[in-house]
């Protein structure tokens, strides 16, 4: 599985947007993107995930570059409730198995 | 729909006892994978099982750990002998079987041992 950066620690006021970059500019061409998160001692939680198309759902937003090398977490109205590590993974589906790489991930403060 | 079970939620052994953690997949999933978290770093994955099959054990320690995934019942992470080392959060997650959202994985709340 291809190698994700991602900042240490970023802060977002709350109400406005949170932008999570990711770098993962060593991507294959069959490998998806994930974000996960974890909130303070709370088992991680499923975000969102794509492939090379922008993706929406309730939670978020995934941007992917057209090269694939980075792709952006939005969040469009932090809450304090958002405050949390998010993890951004790059992984080849192989049928049902899915052993899933965390790194460091990048700590979200929002500030009220 | 109930989301990953795991118990206890909170587990304290001391030095040499045995530990064991259980974990209750989602309904309909098949796939059962154990993470470990120290504290202040990321999850570490451990093992990932399917019902009676251990299919990648690579994360484990070689000594004192074991898993399993009965037929019946839930996943359970052994742990013998524990040390202080082995204090650290123990996550579950489980995902469905091949096939469409296949490629989500669900966690538990953890497990969070403490040896004294």
């Known amino acids: 599985d291809a190698k994700t950066t991602q900042p240490t620690s970023m802060d977002c006021a709350e109400g406005r947007a949170a932008n999570l970059p990711c770098n993962h500019s060593t991507i294959s061409g069959n490998e998806y993107v994930y974000w996960y998160r974890q909130i303070h001692s709370q088992g991680p939680q499923y975000i969102i995930h794509?492939?090379?198309n922008n993706e929406t759902n309730e939670m978020a937003s995934l941007i992917i570059t057209e090269d694939r090398k980075s792709s952006t977490l939005i969040l469009p109205h932090a809450t304090l409730r958002d405050t949390a590590v998010y993890y951004c993974i790059v992984r080849r589906p192989s049928g049902g198995y899915q052993k899933v790489t965390f790194g460091t991930g990048t700590k979200l403060q929002v500030i009220p | 729909n109930a989301g990953v079970m795991q118990n206890p939620r909170h587990l304290v052994r001391r030095r040499g006892q045995e530990a064991r953690l259980r974990c209750s997949p989602m309904k309909g999933h098949s796939h059962v994978y154990w993470y470990r978290q120290l504290p202040e770093e990321g999850l570490k994955f451990m093992v990932y099982?399917?019902?009676?099959?251990?299919?990648?054990e690579s994360g484990m320690p070689k000594e004192r750990f074991s898993a399993e995934f009965p037929k019946e019942g839930p996943s359970i992470l052994r742990i013998q002998q524990v040390v202080r080392g082995d204090s650290a959060a123990y996550f579950c997650?489980?995902?469905?079987?091949?096939?469409?959202?296949?490629?989500?994985?669900?966690f538990g709340p953890g497990t969070r041992l403490t040896v004294t």
């Open positions: 099982l399917q019902k009676e099959n251990i299919i990648d």
């Open positions: 794509g492939l090379k």
């Open positions: 997650a489980s995902s469905p079987p091949s096939g469409i959202n296949s490629y989500e994985q669900y």
